[in-house]
């Protein structure tokens, strides 16, 4: 203990570069008994260890990775050490397991023992999750994050009733301060020339803009632009209410000027999101903040919000008290154009000699690198001879998909993929017992796909990994109602009589209930008055 303890004391201190030599490393390693204690307490020589392969050998430092990931492969959970546990700790249901071990519940689950364990899926009725259960239950919680991993379902109704933001006692006792204190932005992805457009609004329109770039969930992010979108901002200098206007406004001002909107989401007073709102509200807080540290990388660590926001915002470099460790003179221009020799990719280059290539990059050297080869395909590469030769290579779509993304996505688009033939359909596995022939005899039970899904889930399941099946069930009607089908008050009225209350009738019916929702036809069913909360 006394030697992590020095290891930690250790570590606010700046080392000249070169310090970490490969005796040093392997010495600062030794005062430790898990790499978990030797990277928190000496990071630098953590990662040059890693870098140079000498972690491996270090075999006095312990892993204990399965106590968070499960046992080591030569102490897999059996089924009877699985049922072991549920008589240890008088598991009745599935959640009670999962709850207890997560990782003995998805072995169990895969290999389909639950039911063998005794183990009841425990499922609510229809209508269970009222607004008022899910205030109860909401109620056990103190912050958003716990609430919706212990109570992932009852979250999600709350999150459909639109009681989340109703929840106050699960707020930062400073949000409405923060709020008042924030300024906010309304800016714009835009495509003239092709006319389309995203409208969003933030307290920190460098952070979005960043993660607008790099998020695949992003609606920025997937869409497939022809040219590279321009970033605006429209209005500063808002409030967060002002903002939401200005928003809604900005979105409806393109759409009736012809443009394609990429959003989403509901915009306006009460339906825009702003994201977490950081208790770093000015930059006076973030410089009085910085003040308490020595290092860049101590104040990242400390005080990482601040950090960021100093960041994203250029500040950094006014901070002149956060000491920066002096590189010495060591990549010329010769030595730099030796070492990038090795590589074939700069990618490459920048992993494998990180030093050099910020170096390079901040010369200006590597647009003389012209031996660097380019990763990505030129515009326009993906022809149909090229996408046909690369679909042999493969024996079923799937594994197009995965090996040779942009390929199938091209062949998907331009409705190659039936010309295939060679794609044979994926095979079922030798653990299923839904074979094709079992699945199609299975769905002579039913008479739509609908009611095959709901009756026989995993053998609908398995169907859907290969839709060609479907050919094969002529039985299976889709049962699409035409177009204006809903807009009949009878009709809508009738099928509304089905149900108990408005939420089973969203639930069993969608479009009917919209349609009711939208004329005002909905006050009118006075029998979900008798049941509705």
């Known amino acids: 203990m006394e030697k992590q303890k020095n290891g930690a004391m250790e570590k606010g201190h700046i080392h000249p570069r070169g310090y ?5 490393v392997i010495e600062e390693s030794q005062k430790y008994q898990k790499k978990g204690d030797f990277k928190r307490h000496s990071p630098s020589a953590y990662a040059i260890a890693c ?4 972690i491996s050998s270090m075999i006095w430092l312990k892993d204990d990775l399965h106590k968070k990931r499960g046992p080591r492969k030569v102490h897999k959970y059996t089924k009877e050490k699985i049922e072991g546990i ?13 709850r207890v071990n997560d990782y003995a519940y998805k072995i169990a689950k895969v290999n389909n023992w639950l039911k063998e364990l005794g183990l009841i899926e425990k499922k609510h009725e229809d209508g269970y999750w009222t607004e008022d259960r899910v205030w109860l239950v909401a109620r056990q919680y103190t912050n958003k994050n716990d609430f919706s991993k212990h109570e992932s379902v009852a979250y999600k109704w709350a999150s459909y009733y639109g009681l989340l933001e109703k929840m106050d006692w699960m707020r930062s006792p400073t949000y409405d301060e923060r709020r008042e204190n924030h300024d906010s932005e309304v800016y ?7 006319r389309v457009v995203y409208v969003g609004l933030s307290i920190d329109s460098n952070v979005r803009k960043k993660n607008h770039k790099y998020d695949k969930k992003s609606a920025v992010k997937k869409y497939r632009w022809k040219q590279t979108p321009i970033f605006l901002i429209l209005k500063k200098n808002l409030t967060i209410d002002e903002s939401a206007y200005w928003e809604d ?15 989403v989401a ?12 950081s208790k770093w509200s000015s930059r006076e807080d973030v410089f009085k903040e910085s003040h308490n540290y020595r290092s860049r990388s101590e104040f990242k660590k400390q005080a990482g919000g601040a950090y960021h926001h100093a960041l994203s915002n250029g500040w950094l470099d006014e901070m002149h008290w956060l000491q920066r460790p002096k590189r010495e003179i060591k990549w010329t221009y010769e030595r730099v154009v030796e ?8 990618g490459d280059f920048h992993k494998g000699s990180p030093s050099a290539y910020q170096v390079a990059s901040e010369k200006g050297w590597l647009k003389a690198m012209t031996w660097f080869k380019e990763k990505r395909k030129p515009n326009n590469f993906w022809t149909k001879e090229r996408v046909f030769k690369e679909s042999r290579k493969y024996s079923n779509k799937k594994e197009f998909e995965k090996n040779a993304k942009t390929a199938y996505w091209w062949a998907t688009r331009e409705g190659w993929l039936k010309q295939m033939t060679w794609l044979k359909p994926l095979p079922l596995g030798p653990i299923s017992i839904w074979t094709r022939e079992k699945i199609i005899e299975e769905s002579k039970k039913y008479t739509s796909r609908k009611e095959f899904a709901v009756n026989s889930p995993t053998a609908y399941q398995h169907a859907i990994e290969d839709k060609s099946i479907f050919h094969e069930m002529p039985w299976l009607a889709e049962k699409i109602k035409p177009n204006g089908w809903w807009n009949d008050k009878a009709r809508v009225m009738e099928e509304g009589k089905k149900y108990k209350t408005r939420t089973e009738f969203a639930q069993g019916s969608y479009t009917a209930w919209k ?7 909905i006050e009118e069913m006075t029998w979900f008055n008798k049941h509705s909360h």
């Open 20 to 24: 970490w030599t490969l005796e040093r």
């Open 51 to 54: 870098r140079k392969g000498l």
């Open 86 to 98: 549920v008589k240890h700790h008088n598991c009745t249901t599935y959640t009670d397991l999962r």
């Open 188 to 194: 714009a992805f835009i495509d003239k020339e092709n």
């Open 249 to 263: 406004y900005y979105k409806e001002k393109y759409r009736n000027e012809g443009y394609k909107v990429l959003n």
């Open 266 to 277: 509901r915009t306006g007073l009460g339906s825009s999101s702003i994201g977490g709102i």
């Open 339 to 346: 070492e990038s020799r090795k590589y074939q990719y700069k």
């Open 515 to 521: 349609k009711a929702k939208q004329n005002g036809w």
